[in-house]
Nanobody, 126 residues
Framework: QALLVESGGGLVQPGESLRLSCATT???????MGWFRQAPGKEREFVAT????????QSADFVKGRFTISRDNVENSVYLQMNNLEPEDTAVYYC????????????????????WGQGTQVTVSS
């Protein structure tokens, strides 16, 4: 059974950094992984994705080079390094695993993902 557990969220001030982690069991190595976020009153939105072997990544435009997604296929984990955080980044961040295996194209739609974690809260406030 697939299990995804996020960690690393918290309260930070604008301009600070956080590193989110997502530990997985049951699935990982053959699937693209993604990070999404959902702010209060808003729909869940794509943040970043990395393909199954880490050879390709894609990020949302609002990331503006501030966030970096990476994965460790030995530790079965995916990470999101977030730098220069802004109040607009406040949201619950979710990691997700693709419903497909060994795909090379970036997967940016929530419907591309079949497995989701419970989320970790990120709050950026002064």
């Amino acid at each position: 059974q697939a299990l995804l557990v996020e960690s690393g969220g918290g309260l930070v001030q604008p301009g600070e950094s956080l590193r989110l982690s997502c530990a997985t069991t049951g699935i990982f190595g053959s699937r693209a992984m993604g990070w999404f976020r959902q702010a209060p009153g808003k729909e869940r939105e794509f943040v970043a994705t990395i393909n199954w072997n880490g050879g390709a990544t894609q990020s949302a435009d609002f990331v503006k080079g501030r966030f970096t997604i990476s994965r460790d296929n030995v530790e079965n984990s995916v990470y999101l390094q977030m730098n220069n955080l802004e109040p607009e980044d406040t949201a619950v961040y979710y990691c997700a695993a693709s419903r497909y295996q060994y795909t090379s194209e970036p997967e940016t739609a929530p419907n591309d993902y079949a497995y989701w974690g419970q989320g970790t809260q990120v709050t950026v406030s002064s």
